[in-house]
């Protein structure tokens, strides 16, 4: 009878162990794949000579593969992990199964603080980093004032709110480049629709040991956003503080998406395919859902950035295309069924 | 009658609650006996639903005290409160496909560790909640797919799951056809008869709510209008003054139960209620 005990413990480890395979794959690909040419079988043979120590590695392959293609398919992991995370918490928070940090204008408003700290001249981190935190949390505030006075934050009111919120942080956004007449402008544009190609090792270890706190963070508190969804009354009587729950997941979630978008550009929709594809699947337990999450989202992006980086003959797509072409097709079906 | 009748569940002294200027309450002061049945009615914005959100400890009163079985709400952290008095609030809707199973399962948080991962009673004591409240083999279904008396049934299930010495639920008949309105307050007797859990709910249907009560507490504006047994507070003086409308009391067919009939505007003064005036004592019914 002891088996039923630790019954979600169980499917959080299968889940997981499945999501791993599926992210180690991307991962592998993605170290084997790039512009330098060669086969992929060749590829992943690179990869693996690493390990095994085979005197018949190329010297130059290997450095291109862990100087150049590991920061970067680590970055994209990462990112991935984050945003979907991301999408997922805040779907929770407003128990709205369309909320997502880009679509509520979250990322937009991070953009902004991090274009004016590109501009201003600061580093990446902490620099950008903090402009994107300020930036987020105060569309965060704008998003949640709109929005308030209804009863549990109405999902089309909460959404129109978002696109104005999104709408605005455009114009300001255009505006900071209008201004701006250097070099920096095709930095800034390309980093708008989601870059990962900057990745350098000591910045994503930056980020890791940054959002990897917030992920822990956010799993502990699990089991209250199950039952917040029940609606916030609901769990105040089954025991949840639900105001310290929501400050610290709106802070958390809010912090670790300007970290990723102060690194990365803004990367869209992330948030809702994943959450929604791993939902479908699993079941809406967040204890299943969050580490499903960290690691599908991650293995998600990994792939993106893979097609990103593949599907022209010559350069790449900024990867917020990518998710973008993918997210805003299921966002309008989700939309509609919702209606139904 | 009992020893346990003595016992106080709820004990309101000069209770006060301000929201945004109006659905106040003011100076509210009532007990309600351990293993009773306390229905709170009253018209629109009376008051009855922030009574209730008080009563269960979600929003703090702003004035008077608040005992629960004797120990004053301030004094309970957020998980012994949880386990003492639970709440199946009005029909929620949850745009999230949890199954009936997981739902029951959430009223044992209170009990468990911070990610809630369930042990081999907490499974039982949904198993049994959920064949008390009939939804078992609905166990593994979407709540969003059930008729709304299923629902019901379910988030009552979710709050005995929780083992509460006091349940309180928000008009958990509104919305339900005849046969589920029955069915639920019939449901929610057994449970204080047969588990001795104190129930007090809201209700807007006074004919069903005099059958079951032990006790009626009458509001309009915050305040008590009456409180007492069904047929002390169901005269058509107290009714005329809460609700303002007119209407006819006489016995239920049942028994000594008073009951309410509406009169629409075309009945009054006709010779049809004159007729029946006649016949019973005009003491009964009211007309303006």
Not at chain 1, 53 to 67: E, G, K, L, V, Y
Not at chain 1, 244 to 254: F, H, P, R
Not at chain 2, 132 to 140: C, D, G, K, Q, R
Not at chain 2, 168 to 193: C, F, G, I, N, Y
Request: charged share 15%; glycine share 8%; net charge neutral.
């Amino acid at each position: 009878m002891n088996s039923l005990k630790s019954h979600v413990i169980k499917r959080i480890f299968a889940v997981c162990t499945v999501l791993s395979i599926f992210l180690l794959c991307a991962m592998i690909l993605g170290l084997s794949t790039g512009s330098s040419g060669g086969e992929i079988l060749t590829g992943i043979k690179m990869v693996f000579s690493f390990f095994t120590d085979d005197a018949s590695h190329d010297a130059m392959m290997q450095t291109i593969i862990w100087q150049i293609r590991f920061p970067r398919v680590l970055l994209a992991a990462l990112v991935g992990a984050t945003l979907s995370l991301g999408g997922l918490v805040f779907q929770a928070l407003l128990r709205n199964p369309l909320a997502e940090p880009y679509i509520l204008g979250i990322s937009g408003g991070s953009a902004i603080g991090a274009i004016l700290g590109i501009l201003v001249g600061l580093s990446r981190f902490p620099g950008v980093a903090g402009t994107a935190f300020i930036g987020s949390m105060g569309t965060l505030a704008l998003v949640l004032v709109m929005a308030s006075g209804q009863t549990v934050l109405k999902k089309d009111s909460l959404l129109l709110s978002g696109v104005m919120v999104n709408a605005f942080c455009s114009a300001v956004i255009m505006f900071l480049i209008s201004l701006t007449q250097d070099s920096r402008i095709h930095n800034i544009l390309f980093w708008l629709m989601g870059d990962l190609s900057l990745a350098e090792m000591n910045q994503v270890m930056i980020l890791a040991a940054t959002v990897l706190p917030c992920f822990l963070l956010i799993f502990c508190l699990s089991n209250s956003m199950n039952l917040m969804l029940l609606g916030k009354e609901m769990a105040g009587s089954m025991g949840v503080n639900i105001k310290a729950v929501t400050i610290i997941l709106l802070v958390t979630t809010s912090f670790m998406i300007s970290s990723t978008v102060s690194q990365c550009g803004l990367v869209g929709f992330v948030g809702l395919v994943m959450p929604h594809l791993l939902r479908l699947l699993l079941g809406p337990d967040h204890r299943v859902m969050v580490p499903a999450c960290i690691v599908g989202g991650a293995g998600f992006m990994v792939a993106c950035d893979l097609l990103a980086r593949t599907l022209p003959q010559h350069g790449e797509i900024p990867i917020g295309v990518i998710t973008a072409m993918i997210g805003a097709p299921l966002f309008i079906f989700l939309l509609k069924r919702s209606k139904s | 009658m009992s020893e346990e009748k003595k016992i106080i569940a709820i004990e309101a002294i000069n209770l006060s609650y301000a929201y945004h200027d109006n659905d106040v309450i003011k100076n509210l002061s009532f007990a309600v006996p351990k293993g009773g049945f306390f229905i709170i009615i009253g018209p629109n914005g009376s008051g009855k639903t922030t009574l209730m959100k008080v009563l269960s400890g979600i929003k703090k009163p702003e004035g008077g005290n608040l005992n629960i079985l004797g120990k004053a709400i301030e004094r309970y952290s957020r998980k012994s409160l949880a386990q003492t008095v639970a709440m199946a609030p009005q029909m929620t809707s949850v745009d999230f496909p949890f199954t009936v199973r997981e739902i029951v399962l959430m009223g044992r948080s209170p009990y468990k560790g911070l990610l809630g991962f369930d042990d081999q009673t907490d499974l039982q004591i949904a198993q049994q909640a959920m064949a008390f409240t009939e939804v078992e083999h609905l166990a593994e279904r979407k709540l969003g797919q059930l008729s709304g008396g299923e629902q019901q049934r379910v988030l009552i299930a979710r709050a005995i799951c929780q083992e509460p010495e006091i349940i309180l639920l928000d008009e958990p008949t509104a919305s339900l056809d005849l046969a589920h309105q029955v069915r639920v307050m019939d449901l929610m007797e057994q449970l204080q008869k047969e588990k001795g859990v104190t129930i007090i709910m809201v209700s807007h249907d006074i004919n069903l709510a005099c059958m079951y009560a032990q006790c009626l507490l009458l509001i309009k504006n915050g305040q008590i209008v009456s409180i007492g047994p069904p047929d002390q507070v169901l005269n058509y003086e107290t009714l005329e003054q809460a609700y303002g409308c007119a209407l006819l009391v006489d016995q239920s067919p049942l028994g000594n139960y008073p009951r309410i009939t509406l009169v629409p505007k075309r009945f009054i003064k006709s010779s049809l209620v004159d007729a029946y005036l006649k016949n019973k004592s005009s003491k009964n019914s009211i007309f303006h």
